[in-house]
């Protein structure tokens, strides 16, 4: 769907007066100051459009198809890596890759499957400028981590290098953080510990 605004061509009139040549000009400048203030307008009334595929946005901020192809995790997973099961192994029970090689951290919850339409989210948002995604991302990422969230003390985001930081103008996880905490209602680290 798209809008479009026409420019009408000027009537043509027998060889105006200088009276005249002005005022058509002043309503020229109108005209155009009009198309430019009805375009700021149309812009603003247009309906959002999907981040991944620019078609129209249902209520949950995608498009019915690329929300279909999210794919969120949802229990049964490893307590330790969140990372999901394809069968219910019972209460407590953690995957192989936890048991072999344990992390550093106690526990890791992740929103979606990383697959194509997460990895174009994702990266809309690390390299492409659309910081509109991080209150959207923000929840999902709050309500996967809801039980961990509970016990939290505050949220620590990872701290960007300045030369990304100079690159990208902004850290991601800062803005996602935000929206974890608006969520939640848990503080935002002033520093990293
Ligand atoms: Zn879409």
Redesign the pocket.
Known sequence: MALQVTEQQPLAEPRPSRFARLGASMRTGFRAGFRVAAGRTLNVALPP???????L?GENG??????G?LSFIAPPYCERLGIPFAYDPGAGVLSMQALADPPAYQRARAAVRYND?ARTLVHALKYGDRIELAPLMGRWIARAGQELLTQADALVPVPLHWRRLWMHRFNQSILLSKAISYTSGVPIAETAP
């Open positions: 459009l999907c981040p991944a595929c620019r078609s946005v995608l498009s019915a198809n690329c929300w192809k339409i």
